[in-house]
């Protein structure tokens, strides 16, 4: 423990520190925590930041995920960032799991953390998410700024949980030929038989051909 514990500390090459801070923190008998929250809090060198976030997904300390949510929100680097996304999703606590809903909804955020968030939410299907997602697509329904809505249905039809019918069913009816076919690609994914129906429906007189295409190539 103390060689790697000296090359995270003494070493210049902050490659090795990086690996050497993952391996302190596989140490059983050793409490790591203020090591990692240090390294989250001050390491100039972003992969550092990052191996520190991932590894307090391991540690239970005072302060750990208001640390985690802080640097969520206000980390330069993108991939601390979504590091601290991915650790606070895996804490099982409702007040991280409220953190990432509104991280998801706020428009504010740029368009690659928040689809990182709403990807932290489907994998731990956490609860409450159908209800985030219905206000981001009223929110973009008309007019949907920067074609968010689109990469969130996107994501969305690569995602194995059944629970997302509601809003595979309400991709459907939106004016966009793209996201229908991702509502009818999360149905299918998840076997929604329940659905079944409404994607058969959507071959009809009126409907963008590609959509038509999508429902038959997939009967």
């Given at each position: 423990?103390?060689?790697?514990?000296?090359?995270?500390?003494?070493?210049?090459?902050?490659?090795?520190?990086?690996?050497?801070?993952?391996?302190?923190?596989?140490?059983?008998?050793?409490?790591?925590?203020?090591?990692?929250?240090?390294?989250?809090?001050?390491?100039?060198?972003?992969?550092?930041?990052?191996?520190?976030?991932?590894?307090?997904?391991?540690?239970?300390?005072?302060?750990?995920?208001?640390l985690l949510r802080y640097k969520a929100s206000n980390d330069p680097?993108?991939?601390?960032?979504?590091?601290?996304?991915?650790?606070?999703?895996?804490?099982?606590?409702?007040?991280?799991?409220?953190?990432?809903?509104?991280?998801?909804?706020?428009?504010?955020?740029?368009?690659?953390?928040?689809?990182?968030?709403?990807?932290?939410?489907?994998?731990?299907?956490?609860?409450?998410?159908?209800?985030?997602?219905?206000?981001v697509m009223d929110e973009l329904w008309e007019k949907d700024e920067?074609?968010?809505?689109?990469?969130?249905?996107?994501?969305?039809?690569?995602?194995?949980?059944?629970?997302?019918?509601?809003?595979?069913?309400?991709?459907?009816?939106?004016?966009?030929?793209?996201?229908?076919?991702?509502?009818?690609?999360?149905?299918?994914?998840?076997?929604?038989?329940?659905?079944?129906?409404?994607?058969?429906?959507?071959?009809?007189?009126?409907?963008?051909?590609?959509?038509?295409?999508?429902?038959?190539?997939?009967?």
């Amino acid at each position: 423990y103390e060689i790697v514990e000296r090359i995270f500390f003494e070493s210049e090459d902050a490659t090795l520190r990086s690996y050497a801070l993952a391996g302190l923190a596989e140490f059983p008998d050793q409490d790591t925590a203020e090591i990692l929250i240090q390294a989250l809090k001050r390491d100039s060198f972003w992969r550092i930041r990052v191996t520190a976030a991932e590894k307090l997904a391991e540690k239970n300390g005072d302060g750990v995920d208001e640390l985690l949510r802080y640097k969520a929100s206000n980390d330069p680097v993108t991939q601390v960032r979504i590091a601290s996304l991915k650790t606070l999703g895996l804490s099982g606590e409702s007040d991280n799991f409220k953190y990432l809903l509104d991280f998801f909804k706020n428009n504010r955020n740029g368009t690659d953390v928040r689809l990182a968030a709403l990807s932290v939410l489907t994998n731990n299907k956490i609860p409450g998410t159908n209800d985030a997602v219905n206000s981001v697509m009223d929110e973009l329904w008309e007019k949907d700024e920067g074609r968010f809505l689109e990469f969130v249905c996107r994501d969305l039809s690569r995602i194995d949980w059944v629970e997302l019918g509601p809003i595979y069913q309400r991709m459907l009816s939106h004016s966009n030929w793209l996201n229908q076919i991702y509502g009818i690609r999360g149905i299918r994914r998840n076997s929604i038989q329940t659905l079944q129906g409404s994607v058969n429906e959507m071959d009809r007189d009126g409907v963008d051909s590609r959509v038509r295409r999508e429902v038959t190539t997939g009967k």
